[in-house]
Nanobody
């Protein structure tokens, strides 16, 4: 069974913080590089942070030093701590595997995402 359930989004003022969480299936979580993606209004989805099963992380330049991705192996969750938020961080945030695609019933699988809105 495939599960990607994002939560933790909300409305925050610039400079504030949010912590996103993604509940995943054990079969996905344990063997894949996981990432957080975001899609701003009118723009394509972009990858902002990744983490390997060995806890090696990488970040898009624009979020480096502000966002921290982590894994909780006991709960099969991938988290994204977002600090010093900027209006340009606004978008729908999704978690998913990185490097390949999960296909369910012939279609690329994505969770419902969680909305992050940063006001200036």
């Amino acid at each position: 069974q495939v599960q990607l359930v994002e939560s933790g989004g909300g409305l925050v003022q610039a400079g504030g913080s949010l912590r996103l969480s993604c509940a995943t299936s054990p079969n996905i979580f344990s063997v894949n590089i996981m990432g957080w993606f975001r899609q701003a209004p009118g723009k394509q989805r972009e990858l902002v942070a990744t983490i390997t099963p060995e806890d090696l992380s990488n970040y898009k330049d624009s979020v480096m030093g502000r966002f921290i991705i982590s894994r909780d192996t006991a709960k099969n969750t991938v988290n994204l701590q977002m600090n010093s938020l900027k209006p340009e961080d606004t978008g729908v945030y999704y978690c998913n595997v990185v490097g390949h695609t999960i296909v369910v019933d012939g279609q690329d699988y994505w969770g419902q995402g969680t909305q992050v809105t940063v006001s200036s």
